[in-house]
């Protein structure tokens, strides 16, 4: 992989470019053995895993000082993990690829991350800054690739522009100054989306609530024929490229009450896909396994499904002819039975936690006729759209704000925009 195929941006710097690892320290981390109980043991080192990107991916923080795991100095000792002192610059590079942050303390981290210790001629901060404005690039690479990682013969390659360093703290405090700005404003449109949530789960319970008092309730068992759970073979990473392609799905294609059909993996020639686990338009999806917040999410399928196979983390639920699939899922998305799918969560002491179909069996549906079914779709709907055109004017004002910040960041860190001035520089 060359530097261009990278950040092509690059070929546009004032300043000329270096490979990082020619003014800092490269380096990168381990995991102590699981299977010797005294490495973790007296844990006392902060670790950096995958669990602690979601303190970077809003790009607002800039320094990480506290990890969910620790390590002990014997774990250390016996792996080939390294403690880094504190302003070493660390990025992922697998899995959630392009993330990036300056560690507060002295730390170490496992294999998915790179780090940096600077030299004298690179300013932490720069690096820190240059390093987000080539992260779209570093995620386009990763995609393409079987496991999503950018591997360590890559990220030696990797080139920043090198002004010098009297210039490079000049743009670090100038980003600086200016991304707070914009991370005030995206945090408002944030405020704003949360709110339109709120208020579209609240009328959703209200209409629910009515139901139930008006009809009564029972039990989903009362309404189920079955419950399947899929198979997840190894698949390629990258999505099915065409309709006649087998895909399975990933458990991302159910969010929130919403099917994505792009969401899927693509199933390799050599694998013999399961016919019995296609899914098909109408079927009713319920997330078996995910993290405490996602576990139980639903959602209806819609649109052309051919040739997508239903995965092992999500239950596909066949129900009687008098329930439509679309009235259960809102009824699932309402407070009432995301209380009960959260008790579940509450008790289990992993992160991946796990659904039952006895569990899904407990949820409570209202008995409402096939009108008032479709009497609580319409209206859910209705305000669905209207929330919706709100939540899209908010969606445009994030997806500018985050076009604004990394044009501002990457024509900073190439001297496009002299930071002293704030003017545009006009190429000779």
Known sequence: MTDGLIAPWLSDSRWPTKPIRYVARLGTGHTPSRNVPQYWKDCTIPWITLADVWQLRNGTADTITKTKEKISNLGLANSSAVKHPAGTVILSRTASVGFSAIMGVDMATTQDFATWTCGPDLEPKYLLHALRAMAPDLKRVAAGSTHKTVYMPDIEQLRIPLPPLGEQRRIADYLDTETTRINKLTALQLDIRNKLSERERALRDGLVDNLAALCGELPMRRFVTKIEQGASPQCEAIPRQAADEWGVLKLSAVKQGRFDDRENKRLPEDVAPTPAYEVHRGDLLVTRANTPHLVGDVAVITGNTKRLLLPDLIYRVGLLPEMDAAFVAQVALSSRVRLLVESVARGSSQSMVKLRGEDIKEWPIPVASA???????????????????????????????DERRQALITAAVTGQFDVTTARQVTPA
């Open 371 to 401: 009108t008032q079914q479709r009497t609580l779709l319409t209206e859910v709907e209705r305000n669905a759209e209207t929330i919706g055109r709100l939540r899209a004017v908010a969606d445009r004002q994030l997806s500018l704000l």
